[in-house]
């Protein structure tokens, strides 16, 4: 028999009678899904717009409300999930009519509980396949779309992912926030033979300890306050595909070994549940912060730091790959005019070179953010320094002795300077006569 590790699927009940609710659940709970019920219409409705689910099973006759229009309703909301009609033996006509409305299936009660399971599986198993084949999809326009390079250097770091890829070994990708870690990162999975099965992203900085832990490993219905129904865990969707940790530097300390203990042997326990439970899971991760400097100051595990470590690829900063400005606004526009039907075509040739000059300290995020406003309020073909909205050089602002400002600001500004100039968080360091963990520990007071 399966074990709930082996099944996936997120399932919504909906129907008007308790007893029937209970029935379903408890069969496709014990079968490893994750269930959720309503009771009517507006229930349903108002849980779809919270949650992403797979497969709804649907009462055609839910007290007041016509089923047929829930249906319609669902076919808007949640285009991708499939549905099935729960229909008495008198309404199966009507419950044909639903499929003709988008239904994929109906069942007639009363159903025995192997006439639910199979209806189950063969939906949900369609619907993953549909999700793969759109996943695949998604990574060969994202590998042709976003991983690309004219700059010889970063030409040789593409390649060197691609070669790294086809390994299962941890990587580490460092660089500069907006540089396009996590395309990196969608690339090598694509690029692997894991590439099939999910890639699951996790980031880091939006979540404390325990609920690191639970998004994570998941947990039992009932394990804490506010547990009310029972989750498998990102390492559980990952299973024989890849778990991408976000910013990885914000990883909360407290469940560092156990992140350390899943990375080594593969193994974990959801909260609550005591049992131990293997999941075949690749590991990258990324970050902009100095992960060696963290450990130094005891802020990241140096056991964990090193299973992470295995490869390290850096990115490198927008403005040290010039080649490659051009190419990605082009591209950049193509999209947002597709997107907002608007009428640029092409960039004057003041705009390009303003481009070309800007430094672009938040690199390829940023490129993307100017010219994404850049369509939007352009009204002519060629879009003009103007419409990109782009500072003055840094050099034709930047602070000079004696002018009127505090030494917060004086340090601040040379700081910041330093630090675009260097290539490493011990460089910039040694260049300001500090040691790292004071230029760190300035970095966050300063807000830099």
């Not at 129907?15 to 709970?29: M, N, Q, S, V």
């Not at 890639?199 to 832990?213: K, W, Y």
């Not at 103007?386 to 003055?392: F, V």
Request: hydrophobic share 40%.
């Amino acid at each position: 028999m399966e074990t709930m590790e082996q099944k996936s699927g997120r399932i919504l009940l909906v129907d008007d009678e308790a007893a029937i609710l209970r029935t379903f659940r408890y069969c496709l709970e014990d079968e490893g899904y994750q269930v959720i019920t309503a009771s009517s219409a507006a229930q349903a409705e108002a849980v779809i717009q919270q949650q992403v689910f797979d497969l709804c099973f649907l009462d055609l006759r839910l007290g007041e409300d016509n089923g047929l229009d829930v249906l319609a309703h669902m076919r808007i909301q949640a285009p991708w999930m499939r549905v099935v009609i729960v229909t008495a033996h008198s309404a199966v006509d009507s419950a044909v009519n639903a499929m003709h409305a988008g239904a994929t299936d109906y069942l007639v009660k009363p159903c025995s509980p192997d006439q639910l399971r199979l209806a189950a599986a063969k939906q949900l198993e369609v619907r993953q396949l549909a999700a793969r084949l759109e996943a695949l999809e998604g990574e060969v326009r994202k590998r042709s779309d976003s991983v690309t390079s004219r700059c010889p250097a970063m030409m040789g770091i593409i390649e060197t992912a691609r070669q790294v890829a086809t390994t299962d070994a941890n990587i580490l990708i460092l660089g500069e926030s907006g540089t396009g870690k996590g395309e990196l990162a969608r690339a090598i999975h694509g690029w692997s033979k894991r590439a099939a099965k999910a890639f699951v992203t996790i980031n880091c900085p939006s979540l404390t300890g325990d609920l690191m832990e639970s998004e994570l490993f998941g947990h039992t219905r009932g394990a804490f306050t506010g547990a009310n129904e029972s989750t498998l865990g990102r390492v559980s969707q990952a299973d024989g595909g890849t778990l991408f940790l976000d910013e990885v530097g914000d990883f909360p300390l407290a469940i560092q070994p156990k992140l350390l203990r899943f990375i080594q042997d593969k193994e974990y326990e959801r909260i609550g549940d005591p049992v131990t439970r293997h999941a075949n899971v690749r590991i990258l991760a990324a970050t902009n912060l100095d992960l060696s400097e963290m450990v130094q100051t005891g802020q990241f595990r140096e056991d964990l730091y090193y299973r992470l470590n295995v490869i390290t690829i850096t990115l490198l900063p927008l403005r040290e790959r010039p080649e490659d400005i051009l190419d990605l606004a082009d591209r950049f526009l193509a999209h947002f005019v597709g997107e907002y039907a608007r009428p640029a075509k092409n960039f004057s040739e003041q705009a390009r070179q303003a481009l070309l000059t800007y430094k672009w300290p938040d690199n390829i995020r940023e490129l993307r953010n100017v010219i994404e406003r850049a369509t939007i309020i352009c009204s002519e073909d060629l879009v003009q320094l103007s419409h990109l909205g782009l500072a003055e050089p840094a050099a034709s602002s930047a602070p000079r002795i004696g002018a009127e400002m505090s030494l917060v600001e004086l340090e601040r500004a040379h700081i910041a300077a330093v630090l675009a100039n260097s290539s490493t968080l011990e460089q910039a360091a040694k260049t300001l006569g500090i040691d790292a963990s004071t230029l760190y520990r300035k970095r966050k007071q300063l807000d830099l």
